[in-house]
């Protein structure tokens, strides 16, 4: 079975620093993909970056880039320079046949 | 592209009644998914189809949910004899029928039971 675990309810950055949101996840599979998906408050879900299992480097998208430690079970989000836009619910997702979320956590950007 | 449509965006209605969503995928996406979101909580699977075919259901997904993609392009998730705890968020999302493709979601649709 696979478990995404986001440990951190909320997080508070000011804008123009950069973030880390935490994401570790637990499976059996050797071949899996993880996605990082964005919530703002009017509800649609966003997709930001993908990472597959057997990719050599870590993904980077723009302001995004995924902090992948494989031995770790760790796919931490960092978001670079934040802006007053970046403030929403972020999830970590795992595919199997479908997507797995964790919690999410909650990233406010301040002034 | 034109995204992926849910229709209608808010329903409201009371315990008992029958509810019908609608989604509309991105045209070229074969693999169409539902999920639920409840308040503070991520998204949970519903089902998933590939084309025409229900390829997988939810134990969260009781009898008294019926999903149909009867020509492989739109879908409908049916909810009879509504309860409390269906109050949700119904999201529909769909996928290029590829390993790990990113799945693209709807707005969702709000249901809200009295």
């Known amino acids: 079975a696979q478990k995404i675990t986001q440990t951190q309810p909320g997080m508070f950055v000011q804008e123009k620093e950069a973030v880390t949101l935490d994401c570790t996840y637990d499976t059996s599979d050797p071949s899996y993909g993880l996605f990082w998906y964005k919530q703002p408050s009017s509800g649609e879900m966003i997709f930001l970056i993908y990472?597959?299992?057997?990719?050599?480097q870590n993904a980077t998208e723009g302001r995004y880039s995924l902090n992948f430690q494989k031995a770790r079970k760790s796919a931490n989000l960092v978001i670079s320079a934040s802006q007053l836009g970046d403030s929403a619910m972020y999830f970590c997702?795992?595919?199997?046949?479908?997507?797995?979320f964790g919690k999410g956590t909650s990233l406010l950007v301040t002034p | 592209d034109t995204g992926v449509s849910q229709d209608p965006r808010h329903k409201i209605t009371k315990r008992g009644q029958n509810v019908t969503f609608r989604c509309d995928p991105i045209s070229e996406h074969n693999r169409l998914y539902w999920y639920r979101q409840t308040l503070g909580q991520g998204p949970e699977f519903l089902t998933y189809?590939?084309?025409?075919?229900?390829?997988?259901k939810s134990r969260l997904l009781s009898d008294r949910f019926s999903a149909e993609r009867p020509k492989g392009s739109f879908s409908t998730l049916e909810i009879q004899r509504t309860e409390q705890g269906d109050s949700a968020m119904y999201l529909c999302?769909?996928?290029?029928?590829?390993?790990?493709?990113?799945?693209?979601f709807g707005d969702g649709t709000r249901l809200s039971i009295l």
């Open positions: 990472q597959g299992s057997y990719d050599q």
């Open positions: 189809f590939q084309n025409e075919a229900q390829l997988e």
């Open positions: 997702a795992m595919m199997g046949y479908a997507l797995n």
């Open positions: 999302a769909s996928s290029a029928d590829t390993h790990n493709q990113p799945q693209h």
